[in-house]
């Protein structure tokens, strides 16, 4: 089994930065991919930006340029920067981690970010 506990989430205004991050443990294979889907009230989640453990990145076309992903392997977190917050920014994002050689997916709880205007 793996966990994912997702942090960094809150309040912040429009022009904002946040980074999340999540920390994941328990049985990880060393190749997985890791990453952060977002969910906004009223819409279907959305796959975010992910990053594999080779240092891989894809990100949505939505977020290319304000969003930056990483990941520390030897730690098992990967952080979420995310620049000049908007408000359409507002959703929980959940943390999950994918592991190829048996198809598993892992997911965090969430984390909410809400940006005012």
């Known amino acids: 089994q793996v966990q994912l506990v997702e942090s960094g989430g809150g309040l912040v205004q429009a022009g904002d930065s946040l980074r999340l991050s999540c920390a994941a443990s328990?049985?990880?294979?060393?190749?997985?991919?890791m990453g952060w889907y977002r969910q906004a009230p009223g819409k279907e989640r959305e796959l975010v930006a992910y990053?594999?453990?080779?240092?891989?990145?894809n990100y949505a076309d939505s977020v290319k340029g304000r969003y930056t992903i990483s990941r520390d392997n030897a730690n098992n977190t990967v952080y979420l920067q995310i620049d000049s917050l908007k408000p359409e920014d507002t959703a929980v994002f959940y943390c999950?981690?994918?592991?190829?050689?048996?198809?598993?997916?892992?997911w965090g709880k969430g984390t909410p970010v809400t940006v005012s205007s």
């Open positions: 999950f981690l994918y592991h190829p050689i048996d198809g598993m997916n892992y």
């Open positions: 328990g049985s990880i294979f060393s190749v997985n991919s």
């Open positions: 990053i594999t453990s080779g240092g891989s990145t």
